[in-house]
């Protein structure tokens, strides 16, 4: 679409067959290259609309997805219209609607992303209100005021279970279920919540979890689901994760081997070796481009 011999839009058409995602680098790239603030790939069923000269990586710059099989119609097209009308395109609205539409998405993730860790930082670092709060209403329950130790204690035994794994915020129907891949090793799932001395030779860093999910998915090609990641990573320490330490839950019934797995996967993500959930799916673990041809 031109306006004054200059080049407005990028539209991108493949077949209705073609995976997109493989076009993406060309055309923002392209679109990069030649200055143009708004592209569009399409394979007539989905239309992915990026701003080309946004900050950040790649994958952040896609700001809107129509799916003509999945969405309303009406929106869609509403959709369509906000970006690609010629009156649009030519007065610069389309732009501003995109850039609208842009932020608001990243500040709906950047607080989605945040809230979990402020949950735990309370958690873990309880301030005086809340330390006020739990003791006014154990004083309305029981008719005694807890002291300081008494609510040390509570936090220092139950902080593992209160604490919010970055990928389960929210209970999967799999751990609700409590079906985990140590039922299928036929590993007893009683296991006692106190603490459990391990041995130097089983412990295990997050550095070294962040390598093995990096190189288990290297060796899957970049992507599969989270399952399958957690049960290659399982058959090669079992040995380890069978120890007590690592059996014993810390939240929503998952054993300390899948918990840390997921701390260690949001370590990568901060690395730029994994990309983040709205990216890959729930569920999905993907390498970035920086993860598939990293090197430890």
């Not at 950047?110 to 004083?139: F, K, M, V």
């Amino acid at each position: 679409m031109h306006t004054s011999k200059t080049n407005q839009v990028f539209l991108e058409a493949k077949k209705p067959s073609e995976d997109l995602d493989k076009h993406q680098d060309q055309i923002l790239g392209y679109s990069f290259r030649h200055g143009v603030k708004l592209s569009v790939l399409s394979n007539g069923i989905t239309w992915s609309f990026f701003l080309p000269l946004a900050e950040g990586k790649w994958e952040n710059r896609r700001f809107y997805t129509v799916d003509i099989l999945e969405q309303d119609s009406d929106e869609a097209v509403s959709r369509i219209i906000d970006f690609l009308s010629k009156e649009n395109v030519a007065n610069g609205e389309s732009i501003k609607n995109a850039e609208k539409l842009l932020a608001g998405k990243k500040r709906s993730e950047i607080i989605a992303n945040s809230i979990p860790d402020a949950w735990n930082r309370i958690i873990s670092e309880p301030d005086s209100l809340l330390i006020d709060l739990i003791a006014e209403r154990t004083n309305k329950i029981c008719g005694y005021q807890p002291s300081k130790e008494d609510l040390d204690l509570f936090f220092n035994r139950n902080s593992n279970r209160l604490l919010l794994s970055p990928e389960d915020e929210e209970p999967t129907e799999e751990e609700i279920e409590n079906v985990t891949i140590n039922k299928k090793q036929n590993i007893s799932t009683t296991v006692d919540m106190g603490k459990i001395d391990v041995p130097e030779n089983l412990k295990v860093s997050e550095d070294e979890l962040v390598k093995d999910i990096v190189r288990t998915l290297q060796s899957l090609g970049g992507r599969s689901r989270k399952s399958q990641v957690e049960e290659i990573i399982w058959k090669k320490r079992e040995q380890t994760f069978l120890h007590p330490h690592w059996q014993q839950y810390v939240s929503y019934g998952v054993p300390r081997w899948r918990h840390n797995i997921a701390w260690a996967k949001e370590a990568a993500k901060k690395k730029g070796l994994l990309k983040w959930p709205h990216e890959s799916g729930r569920g999905i673990w993907e390498l970035t481009q920086k993860g598939k041809t990293f090197k430890f």
